[in-house]
């Protein structure tokens, strides 16, 4: 009863309760088909993540948002595997709805000594450390997400597009991704510049480029990774701004590092931007380390610092800016599935004199279904 009406909601509602139905429908119908298959490992796994988040600033400006997603991926047998990631969200700050789809790709997995794993699509994003250790709420140690990912950065150029940092990237393209017992390396192209979002279902997009990265890390002993990476490619075509005339490229260069023992956390990364613009190369850089102590059974603390420097550009005149920002978090996990955090966060944005304080509660709830 629940799917038909479901169903029925789907071709009446907007895109956005559409994404929203067919996701709760992959929820209902996960642990069915898990069941069905009793003694066989199950071909299906869906993941899921539902997360609401309010926020107090100093202001007394308050916005609450919502975001529901599922990772969705299917065993086709012999190393194949499709693998989807669908959202929905509520924007706090315009109280608008929104769907995408992260990710949609085919992989292919070989074990061994040197393992393999090929993959083309949607992909995962394929440079840095941010994309794949905070997007999802229940991973993140935090509540909210490094500011790298969505705060663009000062104006490099009049009427030039403002890029991010390193932003929330999931192109298309292809990758390889050779890794051994101590290390591992990866190659890709993409369409698109780490530094501009384009989202599936958003609009306007920025320009297709094709991006090649390279990257790789070691992990010298368990629990511990150094990775860095390198990306080079357009990030501007000609005539988005008046003073734009050719294509412009950018080069990306990240270092990033985990560290894992006993009960604690800590990860970093570190991001290098040159960016061509129409008035020459500008330098953008920035950094953010994080880290979660587990307390006890139920009780964690975590916390964040991240700094970001870039030059605001105005005719002729070039002034360095920074956004600094530091954030606590306390956690209390009521169940294996459900967790509670509050928090605060003192961040400066870019050209800002003073510090913006914020206070924020969420509630996180991640399920399995296999």
């Not at 916390?303 to 920074?322: C, F, K, W, Y």
Request: proline share 6%; aromatic share 8%.
């Amino acid at each position: 009863m629940i799917a038909k009406r479901c169903l029925r909601e789907a071709v009446r509602f907007d895109v956005v309760r559409r994404t929203a139905c067919a996701i709760w429908m992959l929820i209902l119908i996960a642990p069915a088909a898990a069941s069905a298959q009793q003694s066989r490992p199950s071909r299906l796994a869906v993941d899921t993540v539902a997360t609401i988040r309010g926020a107090l600033d100093n202001n007394g400006n308050d916005a609450t948002d919502l975001v529901i997603d599922a990772i969705v991926s299917v065993d086709l047998g012999q190393g194949l595997e499709v693998i989807s990631w669908p959202v929905v969200q509520r924007l706090a700050v315009t109280g608008e709805w929104r769907q995408d789809v992260w990710i949609a790709a085919l992989r292919y997995e070989r074990a061994g000594s040197i393992g393999l794993r090929i993959e083309g699509g949607l992909l995962p994003s394929p440079l840095g450390l941010a994309n794949l250790t905070v997007r999802r709420a229940h991973l993140n140690p935090t509540i909210s997400q490094p500011s790298s990912l969505f705060v663009p950065l000062p104006s490099l150029g009049d009427g030039e597009p403002r890029p991010n940092l390193l932003g929330a990237v999931y192109p298309f393209g292809g990758q390889v991704t050779v890794s051994g017992s101590r290390w591992d390396a990866r190659v890709a192209l993409i369409d698109t510049s780490p530094l501009r979002r384009r989202g599936v279902f958003e609009d306007p997009k920025p320009p297709r480029f094709a991006n090649l990265v390279v990257g790789g890390g070691v992990t010298p002993f368990v629990g511990f990774r150094v990775g860095a990476s390198v990306t080079h490619g357009g990030w501007q075509r000609a005539g988005e701004s008046p003073a734009t005339t050719a294509d412009q490229n950018a080069t990306v260069v990240t270092l990033e590092s985990e560290l894992s023992f006993a009960h604690t956390t800590l990860a970093g990364e570190w991001v290098r931007d040159a960016v061509g613009t129409s008035s020459g190369s500008r330098v953008a850089s920035g950094w953010f380390a994080q880290g979660r102590q587990t307390l006890t059974p139920r009780w964690f603390v975590a916390g964040r610092v991240e700094r970001i420097a870039s030059p605001l550009v105005s005719m002729t005149l070039v002034q360095q800016q920074t956004l600094i920002s530091s954030e606590e978090t306390l956690g209390y996990r009521l169940t294996p599935e459900l967790t509670v955090r509050a928090g605060h966060r003192a961040r400066r944005s870019f050209g800002r004199p003073a510090y913006q304080h914020e206070f924020a509660l969420s509630v996180v709830w991640w399920k399995r279904w296999r």
